[in-house]
């Protein structure tokens, strides 16, 4: 049973280029979670969807960027014009439920704006 | 001060060893989870631990949580050299429903 899976591992984006990152969830499950990790510091929440819903976009920046889990394929994250303080890990999470229950995380997405 | 404070901020000590870290939090919790992070890598599963519970324990690790002092610790038993990591705690409060909360992480060096 594979992981939470994302793609890219690294991206490099000049600024005012779009970036788009890909999470595909654990087999079975149904809830997705985008945090976004700077150097140093912990991870903070950026979103929360299920398919074909976003339920908590409470951490989501109000411009530039958007998420979306389509009833088929990954979870994407893009972020449009892409800014050098957008630089940071960006890691997904899956669940089978949503709460009270463990996140498996996968490996981030490494952005760099250069 | 934010959810889901760790300290200490770093810890160095020697393989044989225990480690414990601590994390505070401010609000209600529907549980509480610990994490692994290897330099530059995803972050591993390693304990949750819920709001009706005291103590839980898994091989050499062992969570407890004081919901009245609003705490929690993580020890880890014999310490080697393959602990070295950063530490999470996150939280899933109540009123937010399930999103987690992470402290800022406590960074473990296991010496050889």
């Known amino acids: 049973n594979a992981g939470v899976m994302q793609n890219p591992r690294h991206l490099v984006r000049r600024r005012g280029q779009e970036a788009r990152l890909r999470c595909s969830p654990m087999?079975?499950?149904?809830?997705v979670y985008w945090y976004r990790q700077l150097p140093e510091e912990g991870l903070k929440f950026m979103v929360y969807?299920?398919?074909?819903?976003?339920?908590?976009e409470s951490g989501m920046p109000k411009e530039r960027f958007s998420a979306e889990f389509p009833k088929e394929g990954p979870s994407i994250l893009r972020i449009q014009q892409v800014v050098r303080g957008d630089s940071a890990a960006y890691f997904c999470a899956s669940s089978p439920l949503g709460t009270k229950n463990i996140q498996y995380f996968g490996a981030g997405t490494r952005l760099s704006v250069l | 001060s934010q959810q889901g404070e760790e300290d200490p901020q770093a810890l160095s000590i020697q393989e044989g060893e225990n480690a414990t870290m601590n994390c505070s939090y401010k609000t209600s919790i529907n549980n509480l989870q610990w994490y692994r992070q290897n330099s530059g890598r995803g972050l591993v599963h390693l304990i949750l631990?819920?709001?009706?519970?005291r103590e839980k324990h898994s091989g050499r690790l062992r969570v407890t949580l004081d919901t009245s002092k609003k705490s929690s610790s993580l020890l880890i038993t014999a310490s080697r050299a393959a602990d070295t990591a950063s530490y999470f705690c996150?939280?899933?409060?109540?009123?937010?429903?399930?999103?987690?909360?992470f402290g800022e992480g406590t960074q473990l060096t296991v010496n050889p």
């Open positions: 969807l299920q398919k074909e819903n976003i339920i908590d």
């Open positions: 087999k079975g499950h149904s809830h």
């Open positions: 996150a939280t899933e409060k109540e009123t937010s429903g399930s999103r987690l909360t």
């Open positions: 631990i819920r709001s009706n519970e």
